[in-house]
Each structure stands twice: as structure tokens, then as C-alpha cells.
């Protein structure tokens, strides 16, 4: 079998997923991180009316420099009276710009005596005012349908009036591993020949990261007739299902035999590295997207190719990875096959240099490496890069909260 590139299998992913349409009312302060399901546009001006944008005094532009009586105080959270012509305003940041005053006068600018004040220069018109829809207009995009919903977007909701938001229902996902060889972390001895199951909570952990919500299934044999009975159990509860281990081409591999036996699979042999046995398929009428054993290689895979599907069926609309450029402070050979990528540690040193360096062995089995790294460095096919070459690095933050559009 030939090996697919990492941008065609996205592209086929892309078309192929359909982003569900189930939504919810969420209220406003609640709906961070949760995706937009509809287009909010405003529909009334912010501010409603000019504002003023410093502490200072109220004119009109035509009425100075000269010396003006002050006619009124504004404070914020008052109406203000129409200015008298001829007068000045006391004005603070946030307050009503008065019918008739068209600019702002910084008080720092002014000298005050008693009731009047002294401007000794000319003022551009509308100075320091922030004038009725100067932040929002009528009409204007809110937020597009698609966003993962922000901090700042809470405001912007909250400020145009919103108390509540349609969002997309929660995706659910079913994950589990598979091997003979694994045991729950902590809670028993691990013989020489068993290993910890490390895959299911650092899936779990990317998946509520993502927003998702995960139901743990828990480990898996290596036994046909166990995996095929809690695949019918847990397919009609779960949007999704997610495996890790199991689906190369070792004998043991039964993850595949189970979703061809009751379903379909896609397998493919991803030409990256770590990361090549990727699977997607169909089983029991439930969407299973399978990830390799060795942990990085499932990390490496969920954030590359897995977060692709889930975020184009939960309806997210992305923001691209900007990658980082940095000087690396190692040498790699080109590879001749599969696109590498590296875990390294990006940092800016001297001066502001931005040095890459490797984070730990390489291995598909280094956690160690993975949690010390903060970026994965990309080496295209039939690339070599030296010593105080410059490689692109996709940022880890980026790669956990945007998607991956292949550079
Ligand atoms: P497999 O794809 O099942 O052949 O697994 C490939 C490698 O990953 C083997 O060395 C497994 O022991 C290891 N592995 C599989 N599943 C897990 C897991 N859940 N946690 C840690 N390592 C795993
Ligand atoms: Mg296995």
C-alpha cells in the first residue's frame, strides 16, 4: 500500500465530514469555548450615542481657544441637558457627549478658575469623542457561526444585549484502548511484560482541551468477541468512537477486523512521522477514528488528522496554525518517504534569536520528549537542514486550539 500524503487525507477528511446540527441555548456567560451555531449580527449602534473618551470638558470646536463658563456636569451613567451655547461641560470618560458639544478637551489641557474654564488652543473637531457606533454599527458581523466562542467574544455577546446563544450540541466521544499488554496506571504492579496505559488519559485530556465531551470505555483486550460486545454497547451512546493500539498489520491487531466485520474502514498509511497507521472507518453505524499504540505516534495523529474530522463534525470553523520560524540548532537528514515531525523546544535567546532545539529522543514512545517540548518542527520530504538552518515550527498552544492546515 502507497503512502498518503498528510494534505490529501485532510482534504478527503474535509470533504467528506458533514458538521452535525443538533444545537442548544446556552446562556452567554456560560458558552466559552462552545461553537457558534448562528451568525450574530448587531442590530443597534455601539455606543448608542457620542461618548466622551477622556475626563475633560465638553465644546463645541468653534468656541475655542477663549474661556467658556462651565453649564453642567456629566457623570457617567447620566443623561446629559443640551449644551448651552457659548458654555462648556464637565465631562468624564464614559459620559454622554452633550447635543450641541462636538469635541472633548483633555482636562489636562485646560486651566479651570471657579465656574469657568480657559482653553488656550484650538481643538480638532470631535476629539476624544467616541461617536454613536464607532465600535459596533447596525448590521455588522458579531461573530460568524463556526467561532469557538472567546473570552472577548462573551463580552461582545454580552455588551449588544445577548443573555443567551445558540451553540452546537457537545460532541460525545467513546475512547478506549486496546492491548493484552496494558493496565490502569497506579493500581496494581506492572509485570516486565505489561505497560501503563498512558493513551486514554492524554486522550481524554486533548479531547476535553478541545471541548468535546468524552465517555471513558475503558481498556480493551485482544479478544475479538470482548471488543465487538462493548462496540454494540457504547456505539449507539457515543457521536463518535475513538480507539488507540490495534490497528496496524500485527496479529493482534483487532481493532480492524472488528470495524471490517461490522462495518467499514478506511486505513491509512499516512506518510508522516510519527503517525503512519491512521484508520477511519464505520462500525455499528458509529463513526471510529483509530490512532496508532505508541503514544506520541496517537498525540501526533489526533492533532494532526483526528482534531480535523472532529472539529469539521462538531461545525468548528478553524483559524489556521501560524507556524513560528526559528534557527535550528541541530542537523537532520532529509527524509525520503514520510514528513517528519520533530518535537523541539522553541525559545528566543541572545538578542531575540528564536533557537529550535530537539525535545528528547524522537521516539514514538517519548512522552518525556513530548511533554518537554512546546513546538513540532516540520521536515518536509527530501529536506536536510543543518546547524543554524531555519525550519518552520507549528506552535503546540496552536496546534491544541486552531486547526492544521498543512504548510
Ligand atoms: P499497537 O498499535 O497496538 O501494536 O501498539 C504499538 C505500541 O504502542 C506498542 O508498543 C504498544 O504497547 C504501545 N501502546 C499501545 N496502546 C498503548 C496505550 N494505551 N498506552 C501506551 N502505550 C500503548
Ligand atoms: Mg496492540
Redesign the pocket.
Known amino acids: 500500500m502507497s503512502l498518503l500524503p498528510l494534505d490529501q487525507g485532510l482534504a478527503q477528511i474535509r470533504a467528506s465530514v458533514d458538521a452535525i446540527s443538533d444545537t442548544e441555548i446556552c446562556d452567554v456567560s456560560d458558552a466559552a469555548g462552545r461553537v457558534l451555531a448562528q451568525d450574530v449580527i448587531a442590530n443597534a449602534p455601539v455606543p448608542p450615542v457620542a461618548k466622551s473618551a477622556m475626563d475633560g470638558y465638553a465644546v463645541l470646536a468653534d468656541d475655542v481657544p477663549g474661556t467658556l463658563r462651565v453649564s453642567q456636569q456629566v457623570f457617567a451613567g447620566y443623561a446629559a441637558e443640551p449644551l448651552l451655547p457659548g458654555t462648556c461641560a464637565r465631562i468624564y470618560t464614559g459620559s454622554v457627549l452633550p447635543s450641541g458639544a462636538d469635541t472633548v478637551i483633555m482636562q489636562e489641557d485646560v486651566e479651570r478658575h471657579g465656574d469657568n474654564v480657559a482653553f488656550s488652543a484650538t481643538a480638532e473637531r470631535g476629539n476624544n469623542v467616541r461617536s454613536a457606533g464607532c465600535d459596533i454599527a447596525p448590521g455588522d458581523f458579531v461573530a460568524r457561526a463556526g467561532k469557538v466562542l472567546t473570552a472577548a467574544d462573551i463580552a461582545l455577546l454580552s455588551l449588544i444585549g445577548k443573555s443567551t446563544v445558540t451553540v452546537k450540541r457537545r460532541l460525545v466521544i467513546g475512547v478506549f484502548?486496546?492491548?493484552d499488554?496494558?493496565v490502569i496506571s497506579g493500581t496494581q504492579p506492572v509485570s516486565d511484560w505489561q505497560?501503563?496505559?498512558?493513551?486514554?488519559p492524554?486522550i481524554k485530556a486533548l479531547l476535553n482541551h478541545m471541548g468535546f465531551e468524552v465517555v471513558d470505555l475503558g481498556?480493551q483486550r485482544d479478544d475479538k468477541t470482548i471488543l465487538e460486545k462493548t462496540m454494540t454497547a457504547a456505539a449507539p451512546t457515543v457521536d463518535i468512537l475513538m480507539s488507540?493500539?490495534?490497528?496496524?498489520v500485527?496479529d493482534?491487531?483487532i481493532v480492524r477486523d472488528v470495524i471490517e466485520a461490522n462495518g467499514s474502514l478506511d486505513f491509512w498509511r499516512l506518510a508522516i512521522k510519527p503517525g503512519k497507521?491512521v484508520a477511519i472507518g464505520k462500525v455499528f453505524d458509529t463513526p471510529i477514528l483509530c490512532l496508532?499504540?505508541?503514544?506520541v505516534?496517537?498525540w501526533m495523529t489526533l492533532l494532526l488528522v483526528s482534531k480535523v474530522y472532529l472539529q469539521k463534525r462538531q461545525g468548528i470553523d478553524s483559524e489556521p496554525i501560524i507556524p513560528v520560524i526559528g534557527v535550528a540548532d541541530f542537523s537532520v537528514a532529509a527524509p525520503t518517504k514520510r514528513q517528519e515531525f520533530l518535537r523541539v523546544a522553541v525559545a528566543v535567546v541572545n538578542g531575540g534569536q528564536t533557537t529550535i532545539s530537539l525535545a528528547g529522543n524522537q521516539f514514538?514512545?517519548d512522552s518525556l520528549g513530548l511533554a518537554q517540548a512546546n513546538g513540532v518542527a516540520i521536515v518536509p520530504i527530501g529536506r536536510a537542514f543543518e546547524i543554524g538552518d531555519e525550519m518552520q515550527v507549528l506552535p503546540i498552544s496552536q496546534l491544541m486550539d486552531s486547526g492544521y492546515h498543512a504548510v
Not at 505497560?195 to 486514554?200: I, M
Not at 496508532?292 to 503514544?295: A, Q, Y
Open positions: 484502548s486496546t492491548g499488554e496494558l505497560l501503563v496505559d498512558s493513551n486514554r492524554q481498556i488507540s493500539g490495534g490497528v496496524s500485527g493482534a491487531d497507521p496508532p499504540g505508541n503514544p505516534s496517537a514514538s514512545s
